[in-house]
């Protein structure tokens, strides 16, 4: 299975980008983007599960959108109302968790490349 992310790029504080994440084949029970930063533990971000159940992390809550288009097998992260503190890589991931571990890294077997986000103040 492979996982293409793209969309990433600078925008300033109070912006919106839109991540895509294409995936190659297959269908899995969750679909997830996590973050990361220099030095920093993989950040989960926000995970659709069984195609219809969206989670988000208090951080991005409100502002953070995940949805997929299985039809095309994309997956999708709207970000608006950016800050600063979104900068960050931004990873997609597909796997098999169960509910009470979809925001767990170490869960997700399939990657992305990852994607560059910069938020300037």
């Known amino acids: 299975v492979q996982l293409q992310a793209s969309g990433g790029g600078l925008v300033q504080a109070g912006g919106s980008l839109r991540l895509t994440c294409i995936t190659s084949?297959?269908?899995?029970?969750?679909y997830a983007w996590f973050r990361q930063t220099p030095g920093q533990e993989r950040e989960f971000v926000a995970a659709l599960f069984d195609r219809t159940r969206k989670y988000y992390s208090d951080s991005v809550k409100g502002r953070f959108t995940i949805s997929r288009d299985n039809a095309r097998n994309t997956l999708y992260l709207e970000m608006n109302s950016l800050k600063p503190e979104d900068t960050a890589v931004y990873f997609c991931?597909?796997?098999?968790?169960?509910?009470?571990?979809?925001?767990?890294?170490?869960?997700?077997?399939?990657w992305g490349q990852g994607t560059q986000v910069t938020v300037s103040s």
């Open positions: 991931a597909a796997g098999n968790p169960i509910l009470s571990a979809v925001s767990a890294s170490g869960m997700y077997r399939n």
């Open positions: 084949a297959g269908t899995f029970r969750s």
